[in-house]
């Protein structure tokens, strides 16, 4: 439709047009294609281009016609003219008025200034549909059963949602206090789960942040044993080397570090549908803090792990922890 409108322009509008139109898309397009290394655009972009470039040799030849007119074609042998006849005067013809092409193509590109401004300017100014990866958002994972807490939930005073700690936990920062700056969540879940063995009277949400290095886990269990008693277990078991645990204080609440390991679970979806056996996966290390600066039962574990089996130190831990349970502290309060 527009080039059938175009083809019944002058020629001094239709030509500055194809000019500005072909100009406009030819370097948008190889702006895109060097930018994502499109070869495919930037042969469309060259198409654009070389039409241009055709359009502007068009108008160049016909700048110069028009200043350099050719020599008038001599006139052939013509009878003698009749002699005049009486009459009054005629009066001389009227010139013909001359197309101003100039003030046409000037038109022109004023009309559709505005177009190109908004070919160049749009892809800034409205909604980008490109593939850039964005943070993933707690928001993301809220439905109908988040709204359904157990009654766990009620009967204890001050219980945090997964929601909230998934809230607290996606900070920006999460992935520099872990060691790697560059990284995105992928990810990032809450939930409003029980301990288990308690026959859902125990709460215990947790959230879940996954970049491509770590994820990290926050739960909240409200329970009656204390962190001191965690650590007299590992005693009792004589496993404390084995798990590395160390005692520390997190925001002037006793806290320990300990290790365990993941489960690997593996699913063949092939032909004979076969699942390897529950197998250890790589360790995670866990910040357990507790509830309250007496330590009167319940914590706070924060747990990172990865699918290669590294471990940011046990420092970024603590930092994560002083960032992050401030603001679930103040949820449980309010």
Not at 134 to 146: L, R
Not at 171 to 178: K, T
Not at 206 to 234: C, E, G, I, W
Not at 279 to 303: C, E, H, N, V
Request: proline share 9%; glycine share 8%; net charge neutral.
């Amino acid at each position: 439709m527009l080039g059938l409108i175009l083809r019944f322009l002058p020629f001094w509008v239709r030509e500055p047009l194809y000019i500005v139109i072909g100009s406009v898309f030819g370097v948008r397009i190889m702006y895109l294609a060097v930018h994502d290394h499109d070869w495919k655009a930037a042969g469309i972009g060259t198409v654009f281009l070389v039409f241009t470039a055709i359009r502007v040799h068009t108008v160049v030849k016909a700048l110069r016609a028009r200043r350099n007119p050719g020599p008038a074609p001599t006139p052939a042998a013509a009878p003698a003219p009749a002699p005049p006849v009486a009459g009054p005067p005629s009066s001389p013809a009227a010139p013909e008025k001359d197309h101003n092409a100039w003030g046409q193509a000037l038109a022109a590109f004023g009309v559709f200034g505005a177009l190109a401004a908004a070919i160049w300017l749009g892809p800034h100014m409205l909604p980008s549909d490109d593939n850039t990866t964005h943070p993933a958002s707690c928001a993301d994972s809220k439905d109908s059963e988040h709204d359904k807490l157990p009654k766990a939930y009620a009967r204890t005073p001050g219980a945090v949602t997964g929601d909230e700690l998934c809230e607290a936990l996606n900070r920006p920062d999460l992935a520099r206090l872990l060691g790697t700056p560059g990284e995105t969540a992928t990810t990032a879940s809450g939930d409003n789960g029980t301990a288990a063995l308690t026959d859902g009277k125990v709460a215990e949400p947790d959230a879940q942040v996954s970049f491509d290095t770590y994820s990290v886990k926050l739960s909240a269990t409200y329970n009656h044993l204390s962190t001191a008693q965690y650590v007299r277990l590992f005693d009792i078991a004589g496993d404390r080397a084995e798990k590395d645990v160390r005692t520390v204080k997190v925001l002037g609440r006793p806290a320990f570090f300990s290790s365990d390991p993941t489960m690997k679970i593996e699913i063949n979806f092939g032909e004979e549908h076969k699942s390897a056996p529950v197998q250890q996966g790589p360790l995670a290390r866990t910040l357990s803090i507790a509830l309250d600066r007496k330590d009167r039962g319940g914590s706070y574990d924060l747990t990172v792990w990865s699918q290669s089996g590294a471990l940011p130190p046990d420092t970024a831990l603590v930092d994560i922890a002083e960032k992050v349970l401030p603001r679930v502290l103040e949820r449980s309060a309010g």
